[in-house]
């Protein structure tokens, strides 16, 4: 709560950039109410500063609505279902990171056997994999696993088997290969993918990328989600970044230089972007009964792989790199029911 009013604090600041304390409070309270309480983004987006367009935003509750009533929920565990989705990809040749197993209830499951083992013996498998659940998002539960002559490390750290058991109590998880990602992208942040979040869209007849933002690891994290404490910044369409580093918290902060590697992050190129953003419209052409996915992406030294796919995407850390996507976002939706009205009935 203390940071909360810290945050309102700075919204109030005198500075020649601001609104008017008058205006800041009318439209703060407007955002909140129509918004759910979402305070972090009035900030981020900058809404009290002069010149700011509250209505180029669009609000969170709205794209929820407006994703509820194109989308249909029957179609979710296609991308949700980490092993459903991994079999989509394998069998239209998307490029896509070997799964290599299963864990459940204490057993496991290695592709290519038809029986399932004690957990106990993955110390006989050598492998290097993140071990996920199935069904969740967000980086949870989701570590780097590997196994070496015998010895059992989880995000780089000596355990035992009876402590990585304790780790995957109650959840059906996959191991899917640690990739090796691109030189470029390892000079910027070696210790995990940092990977590319695209939001595709469609109108039913073509899907378009909405944006696209690249996600940072840093301290020597083993997963790169803005959650975990990591830095995200938005690709522009020359495939440069062109937002400083933002990191989630009250105040949030914001960084022109990684802050391990000292890398510039604005101007920063990312490698195969134009690659990325054809295979992501090429992805949403084959599941064109959604109006909208994220898709996550990692790049190596030949090309994108893709990693998950989402149907409920967050929106708004995205509209911090774009000042806002309301108009874009409606006239998809309007012309994407058209179509549904359209193919439902079989009219030409």
């Given at each position: 709560m203390n940071k909360k009013i810290k945050l309102i604090s700075a919204l109030f600041k005198r500075d020649?950039?601001?609104?008017?304390?008058?205006?800041?409070?009318?439209?703060?309270?407007?955002?909140?109410?129509?918004?759910?309480?979402?305070?972090y983004y009035f900030y981020v987006f900058g809404l009290y500063k002069k010149g700011s367009k509250m209505d180029d935003y669009i609000y969170h509750p709205q794209f929820v609505?407006?994703?509820?009533?194109?989308?249909?929920a029957y179609f979710y565990p296609l991308l949700e279902d980490k092993f459903i989705f991994d079999t989509f990809l394998k069998g239209l040749n998307f490029p896509t990171p070997e799964v290599v197993g299963m864990i459940e209830n204490y057993e496991l499951f290695l592709h290519g056997s038809n029986s399932k083992k004690p957990l106990d013996e993955i110390l006989k498998h050598e492998m290097d994999v993140y071990c996920k659940l199935v069904y969740s998002w967000g980086g949870k539960n989701v570590f780097r696993l590997q196994v070496e002559n015998g010895t059992l490390k989880m995000n780089g750290e000596i355990t035992s088997v009876e402590q990585f058991?304790?780790?995957?109590?109650?959840?059906?998880?996959?191991?899917?290969?640690?990739?090796?990602?691109?030189?470029?992208?390892?000079r910027m942040n070696p210790w995990c993918a940092n990977t590319l979040r695209v939001i595709t869209l469609t109108n039913g007849r073509e899907p378009s990328v909405l944006a696209a933002i690249l996600r940072i690891g840093i301290n020597q994290n083993f997963v790169d989600n803005a959650s975990g404490g990591n830095l995200q910044s938005g690709v522009g369409m020359d495939n440069k970044l062109n937002f400083k580093g933002s990191q989630w918290g009250y105040p949030p902060r914001f960084y022109s230089h990684h802050p391990d590697s000292g890398i510039p992050i604005v101007g920063f190129e990312v490698p195969y972007m134009d690659e990325v953003r054809d295979l992501c419209i090429n992805l949403h052409r084959n599941l064109n009964y959604f109006f909208?996915?994220?898709?996550?992406?990692?790049i190596t030294n030949t090309g994108p792989v893709v990693i998950e796919g989402n149907p409920v995407p967050d929106i708004m850390p995205m509209q911090m790199q774009s000042k806002g996507f309301k108009s874009v976002i409606m006239k998809y939706a309007d012309e994407f029911r058209d179509y549904k009205v359209t193919f439902d009935t079989g009219a030409q």
């Open positions: 020649p950039e601001n609104n008017s304390v008058i205006r800041v409070f009318f439209d703060l309270i407007k955002w909140l109410v129509l918004n759910q309480g979402k305070l609505k407006i994703r509820k009533q194109l989308d249909t058991k304790k780790q995957v109590t109650g959840g059906k998880y996959i191991l899917q290969d640690t990739i090796e990602q691109h030189d470029e992208l390892n909208v996915i994220s898709w996550d992406i990692a």
